[in-house]
C-alpha cells in the first residue's frame, strides 16, 4: 500500500479562482484554532443552561413527541446539569469543550433540526472542512462511498472524483459512516445517515464541535484500483463567503415564518466556497452591481444564482426543464416568486424537473407561495400550532399584529387544558392562490434525506396537492415539520416587558428552538411532518454515473415518468371586445371542458373535441381579467388567466 501523503493548509490554495483563493489562504490548522477556544466564564455557562431550560420547558413545540418518540427528557437533564454548575467553582470547573459538548448531546437528543445549541465564539461562523467531498451510491454490489468533488489545486497520488473510499480511519467506511450518524440529530434513519455522510468532510462549527481528530486517514481505491491512504489535516476556516441567512432581520413578517436547517445552510454555502468558486464569484457581482460571469453552456442565467439553477435536460424520453431549488432563504419574498416565475416561463411546456435535493428550507412563505405556480388546483397551506404554555401565551398577547391568530384558542386553554393551540397556516391563503398556475406541464419532484424544513412542506404540498409525483433519492425527506425561532427573537418579542425571563447569551452563542408545528392538508390532514417527513412515490438510488456525470441516471428516470404524464394545457391566445361583448380563442390539449370565469366570475362553460374554442361572453367589453378552467372527466387539470384592458 502506499504511503499516506499529508498536506498542510495552503496546499491547494494557490491555484483556486478569486475571490475564493484569497480566502481560503488564511484557513487554519486546528490545534492552532483550538490553542484560542475556551473563554465562558461559570456565570455566562449558568445563563446559558438557564435559557435552554427556559425554551426547551416553555416554548418547544414537539417536546412531548420527542419524549415518547425517543424516551428522552431533555428538561430534566438541563436540570442536573445547572445543579452541577452551582456546586462548581471557576477554579473547579471542567474544560468548556465538556460544556459545550454535553449541552450539545442534549439539544441532540430530541432528533430535532431545528432545535440547536449554537455554539459562541471562536466557533461561530467558522467552519471545520476537509478539501474533498464524499457521497454514497449503489449498484448490484451494494452501497460505495465515492469522492464527488476535489477543491481546486488540493491533489493526492490517483486522488480524484470517483474514488472509492474503503476505510475511514482505519474503520471500515459504511461503518464510520454510522457512527458519524449517531453523533448528530436527524429526525429518521434516512436523515441521520446522510448527515453522517456529509459530516466526514464538512462540520459547521456553530453547529458541531471541532474534530475530536487532528487529521483524518482515508483508504480508498484509485482510478486504476491501487488501495492508498491519504493523511489528510482538518482546516478551519470563517464560512462566510456567501451572506448567512439567520439573523437576518427583526422579529416580525418574514423573519417569524423561517424553517431553516441552520447545519445544511451552512454546510451548503461551505461546498459553493469549496467547490463551486464561479458561484461565489457571480453572487457577489450580481450584490455589488457588476456585470456577473457568464454561465455555463445551456444554463439559463438567474438573477439568484445562490437559490436558483435553471435549464433543458436532454433524455431518451425527450427534452424537458429542469429548475434546482437550493434554498428558501430568500427575505425578498416577492423577488423569490417573481424570479420562479420568470424562470418557469422559459421552460418547455412538455415537463418540468424540480429538484429541491439538499434544500435545508428558509422562509415558508416562499415555499408555499410557489406551489400555486405548479397547479391548477386551489392551494391551502399548512396550519401550525404552538404548544400551549404560560410564556407563548404571554409573547402572543404582546405581538398580536403578527401572532393574534393563536391566541383566543391560548387563552382558551388555561380553561380546557388542550395541549396545543388551534392550527392557523403561516402563509396567507389568498396569497397561496394569488397569481394562479404558471407552469402547464407536468412536474416531478425531486427530493432527498436532506431536504427540511419549509422544503419539507413545500413537497408536503406537492404530494398533498397531487401537483405530480414524488421521486425520491432516500427512503424519506429530512422531517422538520416546524417554524424555527432564534432565542434573540425571543429576546426581541418581549422588549419593554418588565418581567421577561430571557436574557441575551453572551460571547455571542445562540439557540433555535421549533416554535410552531406544522400539519399535513388534503388526504394527509392533520398527520404531523415531523420525524415523519414524506415518502416518495418513486424511490430511487442514486448510481455511479449520477455522481460523476451530473444525474444523468436520476434525470432519465424522472424522464421516463414524465414521458408517461399526459400534459393538460389551456390558453387563451386572443382577447377581444366588440359590441359589448368579450370574445375569447381558446386552445386546449387533453382537455375536454372548459368553464369561463371574467373578472371572477363564472360566465361560460363549453365541451371541447378539437382542443379549440370561440367563446363569447355577452355584457363583459369592459371586464379586467378572463380565466378558464381546463378540464377531463370533470376534474380540473389546467387554468389559464388573461389581463384585458
Avoid at 41 to 61: C, F, G, H, W
Avoid at 163 to 183: C, F, M, Q, Y
Avoid at 274 to 284: E, I
Avoid at 375 to 381: C, D, E, K, Q
Wanted: charged share 20%; glycine share 8%.
Amino acid at each position: 500500500m502506499a504511503h499516506p501523503a499529508d498536506h498542510s493548509v495552503p496546499d491547494f490554495v494557490p491555484h483556486v479562482a478569486e475571490p475564493v483563493r484569497e480566502h481560503l489562504t488564511a484557513a487554519t490548522a486546528l490545534p492552532a484554532f483550538l490553542a484560542g477556544a475556551g473563554t465562558l466564564t461559570l456565570a455566562e455557562r449558568r445563563l446559558i443552561v438557564d435559557q435552554a431550560l427556559l425554551m426547551l420547558d416553555q416554548n418547544y413545540v414537539h417536546l412531548p413527541l420527542k419524549a415518547s418518540m425517543y424516551a428522552v427528557n431533555p428538561v430534566q437533564r438541563l436540570r442536573v446539569l445547572r445543579r452541577r454548575l452551582e456546586r462548581q467553582t471557576e477554579a473547579t470547573k471542567p474544560l468548556e469543550w465538556l460544556f459545550h459538548a454535553e449541552l450539545s448531546e442534549i439539544f441532540h437528543s430530541v432528533r430535532d433540526l431545528h432545535t440547536n445549541y449554537l455554539l459562541p465564539a471562536p466557533y461561530a461562523g467558522k467552519l471545520a472542512f476537509l478539501p474533498f467531498l464524499v457521497e454514497r451510491y449503489e449498484d448490484a454490489q451494494g452501497e460505495h462511498f465515492m469522492v464527488t468533488h476535489v477543491a481546486q489545486g488540493f491533489s493526492a497520488p490517483g486522488f480524484a472524483p470517483g474514488v472509492e473510499i474503503t476505510h475511514w480511519s482505519g474503520v471500515p467506511i459504511a461503518k464510520a459512516v454510522d457512527l458519524n450518524a449517531a453523533r448528530f440529530a436527524g429526525s429518521n434513519t434516512a436523515a441521520r445517515r446522510s448527515r453522517g455522510i456529509q459530516s466526514l468532510t464538512l462540520r459547521p462549527l456553530v453547529m458541531h464541535l471541532p474534530p475530536f481528530e487532528e487529521w483524518v486517514t482515508v483508504s480508498y481505491l484509485d482510478t486504476d484500483g491501487t488501495a492508498r491512504e491519504l493523511r489528510e489535516s482538518w482546516r478551519i476556516v470563517d464560512n462566510n463567503l456567501l451572506p448567512t441567512f439567520v439573523q437576518a432581520a427583526a422579529p416580525t413578517g418574514a423573519a417569524l415564518a423561517v424553517g431553516l436547517d441552520l447545519d445544511m445552510d451552512e454546510a451548503n454555502r461551505a461546498k459553493v466556497m469549496l467547490f463551486a468558486p464561479k458561484v461565489v464569484a457571480r453572487q457577489q457581482a450580481l450584490e455589488a452591481g457588476e456585470a456577473a460571469p457568464e454561465v455555463r453552456a445551456g444554463e439559463i442565467s438567474s438573477s439568484m444564482p445562490k437559490v436558483f439553477r435553471a435549464q433543458e435536460v436532454q433524455t431518451a424520453a425527450g427534452t424537458f426543464g429542469y429548475i434546482r431549488i437550493f434554498t428558501f432563504s430568500e427575505l425578498n419574498v416577492e423577488g423569490f416568486i417573481n424570479e420562479f416565475v420568470r424562470l418557469l416561463r422559459q421552460m418547455p411546456d412538455r415537463g418540468l424537473i424540480l429538484d429541491v435535493r439538499d434544500n435545508g428550507g428558509g422562509v415558508i412563505w416562499n415555499s408555499e407561495l410557489a406551489l400555486q405556480t405548479l397547479t391548477p388546483r386551489r392551494i391551502t397551506p399548512e396550519p401550525t400550532q404552538f404548544i400551549n404554555t404560560p410564556l407563548n401565551l404571554r409573547i402572543c398577547r404582546r405581538n398580536q399584529e403578527d401572532l393574534g391568530a393563536w391566541l383566543p384558542s391560548m387563552e382558551q386553554a388555561v380553561e380546557i387544558g388542550a395541549t396545543y393551540s388551534s392550527a392557523v397556516a403561516l402563509t396567507p391563503e389568498d396569497g397561496a392562490n394569488a397569481i394562479g398556475q404558471q407552469y402547464v406541464g407536468p412536474v416531478v419532484l425531486i427530493t432527498s434525506a436532506r431536504c427540511y424544513s419549509a422544503t419539507d412542506i413545500f413537497a408536503a404540498g406537492f404530494q398533498d396537492h397531487q401537483i405530480g409525483p414524488v421521486l425520491g433519492t432516500d427512503e424519506n425527506t429530512g422531517a422538520g415539520g416546524a417554524n424555527v425561532w432564534e432565542h434573540k427573537h425571543l429576546v426581541d418579542l418581549l422588549t419593554g416587558d418588565p418581567e421577561t425571563p430571557y436574557r441575551p447569551l453572551p460571547k455571542g452563542a445562540g439557540m433555535r428552538v421549533a416554535i410552531r408545528r406544522s400539519l399535513r392538508v388534503g388526504a394527509n390532514s392533520g398527520t404531523p411532518v415531523e420525524d415523519l417527513g414524506i415518502t416518495p412515490d418513486v424511490p430511487y438510488r442514486m448510481t455511479r454515473r449520477d455522481l460523476l456525470e451530473g444525474n444523468a441516471d436520476l434525470f432519465e428516470r424522472a424522464g421516463e415518468i414524465l414521458k408517461g404524464l399526459t400534459p393538460h394545457t389551456v390558453s387563451i391566445t386572443d382577447a377581444t371586445a366588440a359590441d359589448g361583448a368579450l370574445r375569447l380563442k381558446v386552445k386546449a390539449t387533453n382537455i375536454d371542458r372548459l368553464d369561463v370565469y371574467v373578472d371572477q366570475r363564472p360566465r361560460a362553460s363549453v365541451d371541447l373535441s378539437d382542443g379549440q374554442a370561440d367563446v363569447t361572453v355577452p355584457d363583459a367589453a369592459a371586464a379586467h381579467s378572463a380565466r378558464v378552467e381546463g378540464f377531463v372527466g370533470g376534474e380540473l387539470v389546467a387554468t389559464n388567466t388573461a389581463r384585458l384592458n
